[in-house]
């Protein structure tokens, strides 16, 4: 009837657009031929480097199993601290977040306590991780790749590398009294 309604009354109704990100799973063959299965994860490690993914749900008792292989490696438990923290690392296939294996060490016995861990102080998003997704809060990976001892293959090293993280390749002195790779297993 007025001008006026008919200049503001109509309602543009703009169409909502979604756009979701394609996600490209393109991963170099020579870094997949690297990758082995989560079930021997543990028996790799007891013997040397090696790198599996996998979902971030099945990664507590792949740690138990670790803990048990070095266990019977005669590795002193009270040792594992600080050496998981220089040979196990858990890297995020999409946003390359990172997180070192002292957090890992604890995640059995976090997990086993299901949804009622407290964490105090900044956990850095590591409760995200018992909850099956990486710790990056704007990141919605289900998935990691968890590395023992990256630092003895050049190929896992230069993966890292490419990923922005930047390994000491001796650290192995520091863990030559607890653990040395099998040559020829
Ligand atoms: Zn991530």
Redesign the pocket.
Known sequence: MSFWKKLFGSSSSKPTASHPASTSQFTAVSQTSLQIPGSEFAKRAANGPAWSRLPIMSIPPIITELNAQMERLNVPSDAFHDFYNNSLLGV?P??N?YCAGKAFLRMPMLASGGGRVLFTGNSGGFERMLQGT?L?HS?S?TEFDLFWCPDLDPRMLQNLRGRGINLDPNIQRTRDHLWRPQVGR
Do not use: H
């Open positions: 995020c999409k946003c977040e990486c990056n990141c990976s």
